[in-house]
């Protein structure tokens, strides 16, 4: 829900009385919304939430000085991302960038209609939308959500004016932008020469890095799409890991069940895109 | 959960029934947070132990609030005892939350 609808919504349900009062002098939290049954949280207590703790979990927001930060606070939205959920097609306009906490999102490159190949991975490392930072409007690639979680989100017209008025923030974008120019570089020779099942060695890897967690579920639609392979070429591959006690891999919920096998089976893409972002 | 029926001696502000009370907060928020620690202080300092808070995260629970009747929060209602009162916002408006709580400076 935008801050606007929320604020509109919450007039209309906190109408007088005390209550009234105390929302008026900044004194309450979060509304009580009959018809949905949950609780509203108002825009600064949402805010507070998100960066709670002074911990900020995107890695990018983090690097900048707490004052720049906090100067970008009233822009950035907290929202929860969905598995499957699409932020955007090839060839639509950016409306919002992304700066995802605990949620992940693949980049992925579409083909001959419905061929896809995923060419990115975003998670709190980085930032969904990169062109808006080089001045294009339009997404490139398909802008697809792998991991649900929640994630900060800024319109694009406040996202280029802070931007603009930032050098921090355009630092970390630029040097976060070389990083995925170099992982893109990675991943083209890879996609070229590795075998099927080191490179599957190697997204798994990815993704336990921006999970943080040895199990995940990913589909065999994602992992093809994710290796530009078929649905058969996925189960080929997934059985030779599983065979090699690399990972345990059950109607798409995955186990990493030996880090340190699955990584000698990876291509060494895995540590050199690994090396170049840290 | 009764609260003892006791004379309410008058002297020094103190107030020996029990007093019963459940605050309703958003968990982590700011408002929410100076409402805990305001109640904490006035209840360590007038109540000395004759009190029962119970704290309920709105964010975790809001069909019970709305059930309680709970449009904001933080809302510390008094249940016991009587009469029934009540307080929103964060608490710091000291003279309102004492007189709820029916306690006498």
Not at chain 1, 11 to 24: F, M, Q
Not at chain 1, 68 to 86: F, H, K, M, R
Not at chain 1, 90 to 115: T, W
Not at chain 2, 2 to 18: D, H, Q
């Given at each position: 829900m935008?801050?606007r609808?929320?604020?509109?919504?919450?007039?209309?349900?906190?109408?007088?009385?005390?209550?009234r009062?105390a929302?008026d002098?900044?004194?309450?939290?979060?509304?009580?919304?009959r018809?949905?049954?949950?609780?509203?949280?108002?825009?600064?207590?949402?805010?507070?939430?998100?960066?709670a703790?002074?911990?900020?979990?995107?890695?990018?927001?983090?690097?900048?000085?707490?004052?720049d930060?906090?100067?970008?606070?009233?822009?950035?939205?907290?929202?929860?991302?969905?598995?499957?959920?699409?932020?955007?097609?090839?060839?639509?306009?950016?409306?919002?960038?992304?700066?995802?906490?605990?949620s992940?999102?693949?980049l992925?490159v579409?083909v001959?209609?419905?061929?896809?190949?995923?060419?990115?991975?975003?998670?709190?490392?980085g930032?969904?939308?990169m062109?808006?930072?080089?001045?294009v409007d339009d997404?490139p690639?398909?802008?697809?959500?792998?991991?649900?979680?929640?994630a900060?989100?800024?319109k694009a017209?406040?996202?280029r004016?802070?931007?603009?008025?930032?050098?921090?923030l355009?630092?970390?974008?630029?040097?976060?932008?070389?990083?995925?120019?170099a992982?893109?570089?990675q991943?083209?020779a890879?996609?070229?020469f590795?075998?099927v099942?080191?490179r599957?060695?190697?997204?798994?890897?990815?993704t336990?890095?921006?999970?943080?967690?040895?199990?995940?579920h990913?589909?065999?639609?994602?992992?093809?799409?994710?290796?530009?392979?078929r649905?058969?070429?996925?189960?080929?591959?997934?059985?030779?890991?599983?065979r090699?006690?690399?990972?345990?891999?059950?109607?798409?919920?995955?186990?990493?069940?030996?880090r340190?096998?699955l990584?000698?089976?990876?291509?060494?893409?895995?540590?050199?895109?690994?090396n170049?972002?840290? | 959960m009764?609260p003892?029926?006791a004379?309410?001696?008058?002297?020094?502000?103190?107030?020996?029934?029990?007093?019963?009370?459940r605050?309703?907060?958003?968990?982590?928020?700011?408002n929410?947070?100076?409402?805990?620690?305001?109640?904490e202080?006035?209840?360590?300092?007038y109540?000395?132990?004759?009190?029962e808070?119970?704290?309920?995260?709105?964010?975790?629970?809001?069909?019970?609030?709305?059930?309680?009747?709970?449009?904001v929060?933080p809302?510390l209602a008094?249940l016991?005892?009587?009469?029934?009162a009540?307080v929103?916002?964060?608490?710091?408006?000291?003279?309102?939350?004492?007189?709820?709580?029916?306690?006498?400076?």
């Amino acid at each position: 829900m935008t801050e606007r609808v929320a604020n509109g919504r919450v007039l209309r349900l906190v109408k007088g009385g005390p209550e009234r009062r105390a929302l008026d002098s900044g004194q309450v939290d979060a509304v009580l919304d009959r018809e949905t049954g949950t609780a509203l949280l108002l825009p600064d207590a949402r805010r507070a939430l998100a960066s709670a703790g002074g911990q900020i979990a995107n890695s990018l927001l983090a690097a900048l000085p707490r004052q720049d930060y906090q100067g970008l606070l009233a822009e950035l939205e907290p929202v929860t991302l969905t598995y499957g959920e699409t932020l955007y097609q090839p060839g639509e306009r950016i409306r919002h960038v992304y700066f995802p906490s605990d949620s992940h999102v693949s980049l992925l490159v579409l083909v001959a209609g419905n061929k896809a190949l995923e060419v990115a991975l975003v998670g709190r490392e980085g930032m969904v939308g990169m062109p808006l930072a080089m001045g294009v409007d339009d997404s490139p690639v398909r802008a697809l959500v792998q991991g649900t979680g929640t994630a900060l989100r800024m319109k694009a017209g406040p996202f280029r004016d802070a931007l603009a008025a930032c050098p921090p923030l355009q630092r970390e974008l630029y040097r976060y932008a070389y990083d995925k120019l170099a992982q893109a570089r990675q991943t083209a020779a890879c996609n070229r020469f590795h075998a099927v099942p080191a490179r599957l060695a190697r997204w798994l890897l990815m993704t336990r890095d921006r999970v943080r967690s040895d199990r995940f579920h990913l589909t065999h639609e994602f992992l093809a799409d994710m290796l530009g392979v078929r649905r058969a070429g996925v189960t080929n591959a997934a059985t030779d890991l599983q065979r090699r006690n690399l990972i345990s891999y059950h109607r798409g919920d995955i186990t990493i069940v030996d880090r340190k096998g699955l990584a000698a089976a990876s291509c060494p893409c895995y540590e050199i895109v690994r090396n170049l972002a840290s | 959960m009764r609260p003892k029926k006791a004379k309410i001696r008058s002297s020094g502000g103190t107030v020996t029934a029990v007093v019963v009370m459940r605050l309703y907060i958003a968990d982590g928020a700011p408002n929410s947070v100076k409402a805990v620690a305001n109640l904490e202080a006035i209840c360590k300092k007038y109540l000395k132990g004759s009190f029962e808070l119970e704290i309920v995260d709105v964010l975790e629970f809001p069909q019970r609030a709305l059930a309680e009747g709970v449009l904001v929060t933080p809302h510390l209602a008094k249940l016991s005892p009587s009469p029934a009162a009540m307080v929103v916002g964060n608490l710091s408006d000291r003279r309102s939350l004492l007189g709820a709580l029916g306690i006498h400076e």
